[in-house]
């Protein structure tokens, strides 16, 4: 183990250096938009299969959702079809594409050439598509015969993965239904492996009408994590007051879960930028979404290596335009490692998740104070209340999950990522088993990257009757409700919000000493943070014994955190931050909000 984290250790120090090298190379450039000399395209969708009243609905959802394209996309009932446009025909069967997905469709064709598109409802991988029939996600070219096996194969068709707000459980196997179909580079339907998509931008008009402030949103993914949920969470705070644009740029895995589906009604635009386009295509698509919608925020809620890297150009593009940076968790390690970059220093606002990270920006990167607010995460406070109010027995709870209900349950509850340190909490488990602590039963809640390696520890320690696996609880609060601990072994964080939940649940804390945490256990007297100069077991038999002791200063407390860490009173904290970035960037007083 000590090899390999030396291995890691080494490996992301090479890999920060050419990280830095990279943005030096791609910033030293020059990027300005280039525009097709020729007329620009004009796409018509005609849509057709359904029955007539459900028909005129889908156009008329359709219409709605890609009115801000303007004149470049017509979309048409199939008996009405239009000359002087690319056309593409739909004729779903029964479920058909839902408005912010057929966004996306029309997105990608405006400035891209398919002879078809394939549209995933959920992130299954190839062949596999999160759809009940091929019909419902098939949108082909009208000069394409789809009924020939031979046109088919000779066409170069795009591969989308579009999760939206109706969750899509079912999946099908695309080999089924176009057997000689296959997909390269991720993304591409056609047996050509060097093949490169055409994308051409032109000049257009929009007509987005603008009636309150937007802001972009992006997270980088749309994952079930503790940051996502903290977006929505505050999305859905202040979606009355501002019109919020979901933008992603990194590609999903199936394995790190999606919350699309929490953002119907608070946000009409989600726009997964790797499943349109290529990386090498991201800043035209940047600078077209900002022509389209007028931006007045850019939030960027984590940062990845493509946005880093791009950070000058990105800036240019968004000149007029308030940036506010959230993409620390950690004063040690992830982004702000590489705060040391001078464009880091490009942003309006920073938002710190706890005050140990505000300390850092101002001390070590010297980030000047007046641009940090200090904001901690949020949490569903609506929801804690409902189980607060509502709360079931907790055999009815541990029935549901298969819970022994007389022993004594232990949760690790997020991604299973090397930040979260699953294998930490395994080996807990392992030393409670060796040291027979039959009372305890030791619950695994998530799922993610290392799954492989955490399923192959399990068994190769024997821990299967020891630790129960649980890929993805729904209503976590009322989870963690029953648990006598919760235990997390971060390598780092900033203000987990499973932790927020647990201390609203008054259920005791077993942690490593991340972020602000430490500061809410020891005020509150509700929870352990490790002594790293003892063993793991040794720390969690003596925060065993407190357990009484921590559930009732839990209970005392609850309320308080509750009201502290709600959304109404969190939302107000990003209100002001995105005011003073937009009156910051406009040259107006930023005191005067």
């Known amino acids: 183990m000590e090899k390999k984290n030396i291995f890691n250790a080494v490996g992301k120090t090479i890999y920060r250096i050419r990280q830095r090298m990279e943005m030096k190379k791609v910033n030293s450039q020059k990027w300005s938009v280039e525009y097709a000399e020729e007329h620009f395209r004009r796409i018509q969708i005609c849509i057709g299969g359904l029955a007539d009243e459900k028909l005129e609905e889908v156009v008329r959802e359709y219409k709605e959702a890609t009115a801000v394209l303007g004149d470049a996309i017509l979309i048409t009932d199939i008996k009405k079809e239009e000359n002087g446009y690319e056309t593409y025909y739909y004729s779903p069967e029964s479920e058909p594409l839902e408005g912010v997905q057929i966004f996306q469709v029309a997105y990608l064709l405006m400035n891209s050439f398919y002879d078809y598109v394939i549209v995933s409802k959920s992130f299954a991988e190839f062949p596999l598509i999160g759809c009940k029939r091929v019909e419902d996600v098939l949108l082909y070219a009208k000069s394409l015969d789809i009924h020939d096996d031979t046109s088919i194969k000779k066409a170069v068709g795009r591969y989308m993965r ?38 051409t931008q032109y000049k ?33 705070a202040l979606k009355d007051d501002y019109m919020f644009c979901m933008i992603t740029m990194e590609r999903h895995s199936e394995s790190q879960g999606s919350l699309h589906f929490q953002l119907k009604g608070i946000c009409d635009y989600i726009i997964d930028l790797r499943e349109i386009t290529e990386f090498d295509h991201y800043l035209a698509c940047l600078q077209e979404l900002k022509q ?31 940036m506010v940076a959230q993409d620390v968790y950690d004063t040690k390690v992830g982004w702000i490692e590489y705060y040391r970059n001078p464009e880091m220093l490009l942003f309006d606002r920073y938002i710190a998740v706890t005050e140990l990270i505000r300390e850092t920006f101002v001390k070590k990167y010297k980030i000047p104070e007046d641009k940090i607010d200090v904001i901690y995460s949020v949490i569903d406070g609506t929801r804690i209340k409902k189980e607060l109010d509502n709360h079931q027995e907790r055999d009815v709870i541990c029935e549901e999950y298969g819970l022994k ?7 690790f509850v997020g991604r299973l990522t090397e930040q979260k340190d699953p294998i930490r909490f395994l080996k807990l488990a392992e030393q409670a088993k060796e040291h027979k602590m039959e009372d305890a039963c030791f619950i695994m809640v998530g799922d993610g990257a290392v799954r492989d390696e955490v399923e192959a520890y399990i068994a190769e320690k024997e821990l299967h009757d020891y630790v129960l696996r649980i890929p993805y609880v729904e209503n976590t609060p009322r989870f963690i409700s029953i648990l006598d601990g919760l235990i997390l072994t971060s390598v ?29 256990l020891v005020r509150n007297g509700n929870g352990w943070i490790i002594d790293e100069k003892r063993s793991d077991y040794e720390n969690f ?21 509750l009201e502290f860490f709600s959304a109404v009173q969190v939302a107000q904290a990003y209100r002001k931050t995105f005011e003073k970035g937009i009156y910051q960037r406009k040259g107006k007083d930023s005191h005067s909000c």
């Open 162 to 199: 579009l999760p939206a707000f109706q969750v899509e459980k079912h999946t099908i196997n695309l080999k089924d239904a176009l057997a000689d179909v296959e997909l390269q580079q991720e993304y591409y339907l056609t047996d050509n492996i060097g093949f490169i998509p055409r994308f």
């Open 204 to 236: 257009r008009e929009f007509c987005f009408e603008k009636k309150k402030e937007v802001v972009f949103v992006d997270p980088i993914f749309l994952a079930v994590g503790g940051v996502e949920r903290n977006t929505i969470e505050i999305m859905r």
């Open 292 to 322: 389209i919608f007028s931006p007045d925020v850019l939030w960027l809620c984590n940062n990845s290596p493509w946005f880093e890297r791009n950070t000058l150009h990105i800036r240019e593009i968004f000149k007029d335009v308030a």
């Open 405 to 411: 209900k007389d022993k004594k349950l232990f949760a």
């Open 492 to 520: 780092y964080e900033g203000m987990p919000i499973v932790s927020i939940e647990a201390m609203c649940m008054s259920t005791p804390i077993f942690s490593t000493d991340t972020g602000d945490l430490k500061r809410f």
């Open 541 to 561: 038999k003596e925060f065993c014994g407190k357990i009484p002791e921590y559930k009732k200063n839990a209970s005392i407390s609850a309320m308080e955190m």
